[in-house]
Nanobody, 117 residues
Framework: QVQLVESGGGLVQAGDSLRLSCTAS????????MGWFRQAPGKEREFVGR???????PMYADSVKGRFTISRDGKNTVYLQMNSLKPDDTAVYYC???????????WGKGTLVTVSS
């Protein structure tokens, strides 16, 4: 199994920045891609972005493109740098890892980000 632990969530004001971290442990040889999803109150979980382990370009949802940046530190840690935060970014942010087209095989428990107006 793979364990994913997120950190870095909190309460910020609109326009602020925040960086989330996610560290993997366990059978880390079983995934190559890491990324983030989020779920806002009353809404379905949605894709935020992902980055492969092979040096490929990160991919982002249109809603965060230009404001959020995903980076990776080695194989087991992924970051989500969030700038120019908006109240609509308020959500629980989940780290995911896996490989292949349906790459989100493993999930963290999530970290809450609240953006006040």
């Amino acid at each position: 199994q793979v364990q994913l632990v997120e950190s870095g969530g909190g309460l910020v004001q609109a326009g602020d920045s925040l960086r989330l971290s996610c560290t993997a442990s366990g059978r880390t040889f079983s995934f190559t891609t890491m990324g983030w999803f989020r779920q806002a109150p009353g809404k379905e979980r949605e894709f935020v972005g992902r980055i492969s382990g092979s040096g490929g370009m990160p991919m982002y949802a249109d809603s965060v493109k230009g404001r959020f940046t995903i980076s990776r530190d080695g194989k087991n840690t992924v970051y989500l740098q969030m700038n120019s935060l908006k109240p609509d970014d308020t959500a629980v942010y989940y780290c995911a890892a896996g490989q292949g087209p349906n790459w989100a095989d493993y999930w963290g428990k999530g970290t809450l980000v609240t953006v006040s107006s």
